[in-house]
């Protein structure tokens, strides 16, 4: 071995070894004679790249043959099972010594395999550039050998628009190709630190469209670019392999091939070449501090890129994590481990690292996304005033650096206002979105569509599902104009929970299960587990525990593929109303725990107050029922909820006044809150059942204010019997009764049994 030249020799032969295949082999001649584990090998070799011990076993193989491993006597190196390999045979030290052999191999070199790498190369290039034939019709075609500086832009005066393609997927792959797909987030952040580029962005959903390459120029929203660079990255065993394309409208100006070892390597030498084709300076490029030099961390981090483009937050945080401990001041990769760690549902160490981001100069062109981000953190945690303060701030530095996509940070303010109840502030905000986006010459459907999803949202908080519904619809169809499949699904969703919230729930089940399959073929497991959540929850109204139970087994799975905290706390408030409705009170109280140990917002403390007070409730615990009352905090105490189970504990002592005063102050508080349809009809519910049977007259005075809110069944069925029979309508509540049963599934009880026949047998008197 050369440790100099870093080249193997038998004899005077040289030896084929790749630059992964010299590090693992020396560092297992380094501890000869010595057990050299998995995990040695991998953080010497691998520099902390996270591998398979598939991976690590074929370049072991590949060792072996080399090296000529193949007979019991000549064994070189051993596995000792389940913990490493060692090297076996002595080492025998000696400087290099140069002999004509030595001489004559690298003049060999020089002859034979440099220019027969370039064959090769060359002959690769044709095969990659001809595979489409549209291309060949392209005018303006031509190579880099016969074409240089080919814009004839005035950099200096007007900056070059440029948009980048990685060609992330091919339509055999299930998964997008990571290299390309990460190396663009590199390239793009090298290239932003020229003063001569302005970068503009396509959509994920662009990107992976069959004709994008085709359509590159076309694709790139906002404005026209002046150049693409389209470029295609595979891993072929240890070598990194490039093809790449400059094009404008005319066609393909210039085009290169490139490989290394290392995937920095290979990007750096596309952004010089692409700079050399442009005539860019590259000595003239800022410095840019958010970056690493450091070749491991770069590899981590655009893998880590590459699990987000393929939307894999959970694997995406692996990555990040090596990068940035690889190097502590790489501020780009703490930057997306940030945001993959809020995809997740890890708010709380998003938030920290954000807020260490935003206190660091060198950090600053970060800072403009560190302060959404910091935004959205706080709106998840229920922060919604802190969300605002951080939106205004985010919204002042997007002005003074006259940033063109303010108008998201005006939707993210609507949308935070309106969750904070400030309506007046949402409407205000949601329009100065659409007004930013429409003061442009072309439309960008994607963020309109946006706006108007944002809109539909408002208009369903305020309780007007009508204009929701418009909104939502126009939002439907801006997404189908803008290509992104992702959010055309997110609007449909939106519909269904308006569908849900309009009590039309065969409508939102039909819907949310066309939206499953689709989300099933673009593998989007937060969505899903969204929409089964739907389905969950409408057949719990409708009593199809089946269905119920057939929800909770697909979300069990879907949890292996991510940990997103907020759609966990949904999935465990599932599980305890499931057990409620199946009198399986036994499972709650570890349930109960499950869900308050990851309580983040005011909204989920109402929820575990709401399951705990029903617990404690029907164990007729009184203590400590009276207990959790007493714990809900100063802001709650009010809520038209503790009113409610202040009746229901009344009512439970037979203090009938007391409760019924105390649910009609529940109903009057629940009439002012638009978005609790549900609250409501709960409370509708069990105030008719209070007021009978001697108030008969108001309490069909409250059946018929509930018209509007279309109550599913069960149990609204039996409220209008009840107080049909006691107005004397027996045949009516029969009816009622006979009609609940049909609708009610696995919902009709032996009570509900007993009160149908009770009636049938006074019709029969």
Avoid at 75 to 101: K, N, S, W, Y
Avoid at 112 to 126: D, E
Avoid at 460 to 485: C, H, L, M, P, S
Avoid at 572 to 588: A, D, P, S, Y
Wanted: with cysteine; proline share 4%; aromatic share 8%.
């Amino acid at each position: 071995m050369d440790l100099k030249t870093r080249e193997l020799y038998c004899g005077e032969k040289p030896l084929p070894i790749t630059n992964l295949g010299f590090e693992v082999l020396l560092f297992l001649t380094q501890h000869q004679g010595q057990l050299v584990t998995r995990d040695q090998l991998a953080d010497h070799a691998w520099k902390n790249k996270v591998i398979t011990d598939a991976t690590l076993y074929k370049q072991i193989q590949r060792l072996r043959k080399l090296l000529g491993h193949h007979e019991e006597n000549k064994r070189i190196i051993q596995t000792v099972h389940g913990q490493g390999f060692i090297f076996l045979p002595p080492i025998l030290d000696e400087p290099a010594q140069p002999t004509p052999a030595s001489q004559t191999i690298s003049a060999q070199k020089s002859r034979l395999i440099y220019p027969a790498l370039l064959a090769l190369v060359l002959l690769f290039s044709w095969l990659f550039f001809t595979q489409d034939n549209s291309q060949d019709d392209l005018p303006g075609t031509t190579t880099e050998q016969n074409q240089n500086s080919f814009l004839n832009i005035d950099a200096a005066a007007n900056p070059l628009v440029m948009s980048l393609l990685p060609q992330a997927s091919r339509p055999t792959d299930s998964q997008p190709n990571w290299p390309a797909a990460g190396g663009m987030s590199y390239l793009i952040e090298k290239f932003k630190s020229q003063d001569k580029i302005t970068i503009k962005r396509l959509t994920k959903a662009q990107m992976l469209s069959a004709d994008a390459e085709t359509k590159a120029i076309e694709l790139t929203h906002d404005q026209a670019a002046d150049v693409v660079l389209v470029f295609q990255v595979e891993e072929i065993e240890d070598q990194f392999q490039a093809q790449v394309v400059l094009r404008d409208f005319d066609g393909i100006k210039a085009q290169s091939t490139f490989s290394s070892m290392a995937i920095k390597d290979l990007l750096d030498q596309i952004h010089l070449w692409t700079n050399q084709q442009m005539d860019m300076d590259n000595a003239q490029s800022k410095p840019d501090p958010v970056l690493s030099e450091d070749r491991y961390a770069i590899e981590n981090y655009i893998r880590g890129m590459g699990a987000q483009f393929a939307g894999n937050a959970g694997q995406a945080i692996q990555y990040f994590e090596l990068a940035t401990n690889e190097d502590p001041q790489f501020w780009k990769a703490w930057y997306e481990l940030a945001i993959a760690l809020r995809k997740q549902g890890q708010h709380n160490p998003s938030l920290a690292i954000l807020e260490t981001l935003l206190e660091t100069e060198d950090a600053s062109t970060l800072h403009l996304g560190a302060w959404n981000a910091k935004a959205l953190v706080l709106w998840r945690l229920g922060q919604h005033p802190q969300a605002l303060i951080a939106i205004d701030e985010l919204i002042e530095l997007a002005k003074s650096q006259n940033y063109q996509r303010i108008h998201i940070f005006y939707t993210n303010k609507a949308i935070i206002a309106s969750e904070l109840g400030d309506q007046t502030l949402a409407e205000q905000a949601i329009r100065q979105s659409i007004n930013a986006l429409e003061a442009h010459t072309e439309t960008n459907h994607w963020s309109l569509g946006a706006a108007y999803n944002t809109l539909a949202g408002i208009k369903q908080q305020n309780g007007d599902y009508e204009e929701a519904v418009k909104a939502v619809k126009k939002a439907i169809r801006t997404f189908e104009i803008a290509g992104d499949a992702r959010f055309h699904l997110t609007a449909q969703s939106r519909l269904a929970s308006l569908h849900i919230d309009m009590g039309e729930l065969k409508l939102a089940e039909q819907l949310t299960q066309s939206l499953l399959i689709e989300q099933q073929a673009q593998n989007d497991v937060s969505g899903q587990i969204s929409n089964w959540l739907k389905i969950a929850n409408i057949n719990l109204l409708t009593g199809n525990f089946d269905k119920v139970q057939h929800a909770l087994n697909e979300m069990t799975t879907l949890f292996n593929e991510t940990s997103n905290e907020f759609l966990a706390s949904q999935y465990t408030e599932l599980q305890i109303r499931f057990h409620q409705k199946n009198n399986q009170w036994h499972q709650i109280p570890q349930l109960l725990e499950q869900y308050k140990n990851n309580i983040i917002n005011p909204d989920q403390q109402l929820i575990y107050l709401d399951l705990s007070l029903a617990y404690w409730h029907h164990s007729a615990n009184w203590s400590a029922f009276n207990q959790t009352l007493e714990s809900a905090a100063p802001e709650l105490r009010s809520h038209a909820l503790l009113d409610y189970w202040r009746a229901q504990y009344a009512w439970s002592q037979n203090q009938t006044a007391k409760a019924r005063s105390a649910m009609q102050q529940a109903h009057q508080k629940v009439k002012q809150m638009k978005t609790a349809r549900g609250l409501h009809i709960r409370i509708l519910n069990a105030y008719i059942n209070m007021l009978l049977p001697d108030q008969a007259t108001d309490a069909q005075a409250l059946i018929d204010q509930a018209t509007a809110l279309n109550p599913p069944p069960y149990p609204w069925l039996k409220s209008q019997a009840k107080t049909k029979a006691s107005q004397g309508h027996t045949f009516e509540a029969v009816s009622l009764l006979k009609e609940l049963k049909m609708a009610a599934n696995d919902l009709w009880s032996t009570e509900d049994q007993l009160l149908l026949e009770a009636y049938q047998h006074k019709l029969s008197e």
